[in-house]
Structure formats: structure tokens, C-alpha cells
């Protein structure tokens, strides 16, 4: 057999066709049978921010699954829209390389058993299961056509994962032809998910800031934090989705986004097949410019939680990492940072803690990260310290439900 045959057939068996689609045709808004809520595990997700204008054009979206398995769905958010959001091609295939899939492995998704979907303002909506296996650490193309988008468009601005636009370009084509540009963002997709294996394997949720979302980490190398937890609990099928949000709060919105409480329903409780979510957040909310006290933090840290164990999840809590040399720390913020860290640690709210900041501390200034972990802005760490966050990271056992 040819290379090519091979790839082919490796393909096809890696994400095996839909069989037998039909002429796309107008749906409703959602169609009929369409669903908002999703099944199997989260393998995959991005924590929706508006992201700019809607426009005219053609979206392959790159993306890392963590966990394998089947009957693999997308979810396509129009949460900032202030109109419908109609979507006519949407298609999931392998990368080979760049825009470029492996051959055999684009495959057209569906809605409710149509091919157009239109989701409404505010609204997301999942696509069908999606026959074949997916492996796990597959880079997925997810490719999308907006044939009218207008106004605001959602997304996921800091991907740190190069995906392709084209105006002319097929989102059913395997080829690179018409994907000329490129983007730095996730359009529309937040979340993607498996049937595992196991019928027990569930998933982690990162609930965090610009830590989590990756800042400081080498751009398309996937060494985020939570990209490393993936790694480490590959081998038990367990599915890690990211929702981190640059600049996001415990306790208010900003241009960060909606607070981590605001947000839990829909980035984490809404998430099929969660057990377990890590919340790491808190440092946007005592900078010095803020300055909300130890009392309040945690105080936000419990409502969460509460929330989280109501809905039958484990929480992990993590402490504080260290800030001095960022602009807004001051001795006061520090205070509170060690505080709230105390609290964190000894409080007794979580399942399980995560000591980020004993991780990643000086040992000779612990109000500084230690600089051999520090991207070089005094806040972020670097990869090296992205590998340090997910190794204090012990998610409790699966069987930790409420």
C-alpha cells in the first residue's frame, strides 16, 4: 500500500466517516432535535470572551483533545452575538500539518441531523455525535463557515495556537487551498467532547486566570499547565478542559470577562462528564489596584465551592502564587495573598489543595517566584513553571462525589 493509502486508511480509522450526508439545507433556530446540552466527557474547551467582529468567512480551528474516544461532538457558542449566528459547513478532521488535514479524516458534523445550524443570540448549541474514535492528544481541525456573521463575534482571543481563516475556502476540503491568514483566536468553538472508553472516566475542569489560560507559556508548543495535567493523566482516559480567562476575578466582572462565579455554570457545571474542577483564582482580585480583602475572597472561593459540591463535584482549591515585581503588588496585596493562601490551606472547604505558591515560591524572597520559573514579567510563569503548577496538582479520586 501506498503512503498515502495508508494515511488514508489510518485516517478514516481514526475518525470514521459519516456515511450518506445529505444537501445541506436551512434549519430552525435551534432546528429541531439540535441539543444544548452535551454528553459524553469534555476533551476539550475555551472559556467564551467576545473576540471582535463577525464576518463573511471560513474558520479552521486547531485544537488538542485530552481524552480519546467516540461519537466526538463540538459545541459552537454565539454567547456575545447580538443576533443569530448562522452556521452553513462545519466539518471535524485530523491536522497534518499547518491547514492542512490527513487525508480521509474531514468529516461533515450535523445539527439536529441538518448540516446548517443557527444559534441564538446568548445561546450555545452542540452538534451530533459524530461515529469513529479520536485518540487521545489528537490535534483536531475544527473548520466552520459564517455566511452572514454580523456584529459580535465569540470566542477565545488567547489561544496560543495558530488556526486559519479564508474567505473562499472549504471547510470540507482536507487541503490548505484558500486558508490564507491566519489567527491567534478560537471563533465560536468552545467546547468539544468524547465517549470514553470506560463508562466511568469523567474530566477536570481548570477554572482559572491568565495563569491557566497560558500567559507566560511558549506560544503552539501546548505547554499550559493544564496541557501538562493532560499529560499526566493521559494514562487514566481522564479529560482536562482549560477555562481560563486572562485578567478574570473571583468576585467582579471586568474586561476579563465574567467573575469565576458568574461563569460556573456555563464553563464548568453545563461541561458533560465533569468531576473535579481546580479553582485558581484570586490574584486579579488583591492586587494592589483592587484591593478586595481575605475575608471577601474567600468568602467568593465558598460560594463556588458550595455550588460545585451541589452539583456533585470535587473542588481542589490552590493557593495563591507570588507576585512581587508585577506592577501592582504592593506589601498590602502580599498580606492578603498570605492570607487567603492560610485560609486555602487550612480551612477545610475543598476536597483536596493545590500549594502553587509553596511550588513555585522563592525560598530566599517567597514573595517572589522563584526566577528559574518566571517568564520574565514577575506574575507568569514560565514552562518550566507551568510543569511545577500541574504537579502540585492531585485531583482527588474520581469516586469523590456528593
Known sequence: MS????????????????????????????????????????????????????????????????????????????????????????????????????????????????????????????????????????????????????????????????????????????????WALTTGSWWYLDAVSVRPAHPRTGAVVALGDSITDGWGSTPGLDRRWPDDLARRLRADGMGVANEGMSGNRVLSDNNGGPSAGRRLERDVLSQPGVRTVILYEGVNDLKAHQGASADEIVAGYREITKRAHAAGLCVVGATVAPFKGWLQWDPKAEAVRREVNHRVRTGGDFDAVADIDRALRDPRDPARLRPDLDSGDHLHPDDDGMRAIAGAVDPPSRDCRR
Request: glycine content about 14%; some cysteine.
Open 3 to 178: 503512503g498515502r493509502g495508508r494515511a488514508c486508511r489510518a485516517a478514516a480509522v481514526l475518525l470514521l466517516a459519516l456515511a450518506g450526508q445529505a444537501t445541506p439545507a436551512p434549519a430552525a433556530t435551534p432546528p429541531a432535535g439540535a441539543t444544548v446540552r452535551g454528553s459524553g466527557v469534555v476533551t476539550w474547551a475555551a472559556s467564551a470572551q467576545r473576540v471582535g467582529q463577525g464576518a463573511d468567512r471560513a474558520y479552521r480551528l486547531i485544537v488538542k483533545v485530552s481524552a480519546g474516544g467516540s461519537d466526538l461532538r463540538v459545541r459552537l457558542s454565539n454567547a456575545y452575538g447580538d443576533r443569530p449566528l448562522t452556521v452553513d459547513s462545519a466539518h471535524a478532521g485530523l491536522q497534518a500539518e499547518g491547514a492542512a488535514l490527513k487525508p480521509g479524516s474531514n468529516r461533515a458534523l450535523t445539527f439536529g441531523g441538518k448540516h446548517t445550524v443557527t444559534v441564538p443570540p446568548g445561546e450555545a448549541v452542540w452538534s451530533d455525535p459524530l461515529p469513529g474514535r479520536v485518540p487521545a492528544g489528537a490535534r483536531l481541525a475544527v473548520s466552520l463557515r459564517t455566511p452572514d456573521a454580523r456584529g459580535p463575534a465569540t470566542g477565545h482571543e488567547m489561544a496560543l495556537t495558530t488556526s486559519y481563516l479564508g474567505r473562499d475556502a472549504d471547510p470540507g476540503a482536507d487541503g490548505d487551498t484558500g
